[in-house]
């Protein structure tokens, strides 16, 4: 297991586009191991799943622009997570935010939410913040 979660760290690290293609060479080989590596992965589209306490602490401490770039190719679902940790007012000014970015390259947006998830992992080894539940533990308010 923990060598499975040391793989998945580093994968993690890695831009998004180099992984995936880490990922599908060992899935060519041995798909179960690929799956338990999978597993224990945590990528920007995982943001939906973290409570909203978490999403409001990452967003804070995240460059308005940067959020802006990030969102941009997120999908609906997370977006909407996103806005419901925010101001009504904050959320206005993210969307103008993004509609005032016109066209921008993946590359871009990739970059921004690996920073994102950078800033989120930092987060969670300071203690401040929990991506990632254990099977059956739950958030107690």
């Not at 923990?2 to 998004?16: H, P, T």
């Not at 921008?104 to 987060?123: C, D, G, T, Y």
Request: glycine share 4%; no cysteine; proline share 3%.
């Amino acid at each position: 297991y923990s060598g499975f979660k040391a793989v998945a760290d580093l994968l993690n690290r890695l831009n998004a586009e180099e992984s995936k293609k880490i990922l599908e060479t060992i899935e060519d080989g041995q798909p179960e191991l690929a799956l338990s590596i999978r597993n224990l992965m945590f990528t920007f589209e995982d943001l939906v799943t973290v409570p909203p306490t978490t999403i409001r602490e990452i967003v804070s401490g995240v460059d308005k622009r940067q959020l802006a770039l990030a969102l941009r190719g997120a999908k609906e679902e997370l977006r909407a997570q996103v806005f419901k940790s925010m101001s009504s007012r904050a959320v206005e000014m993210l969307k103008e935010d993004m509609e005032v970015l016109g066209p921008v390259r993946s590359r871009e947006v990739a970059q921004a939410q690996q920073e994102i998830l950078n800033l989120a992992r930092r987060l969670e080894a300071e203690g401040k913040v929990v991506l990632k539940l254990e099977t059956g533990d739950e958030m107690l308010a």
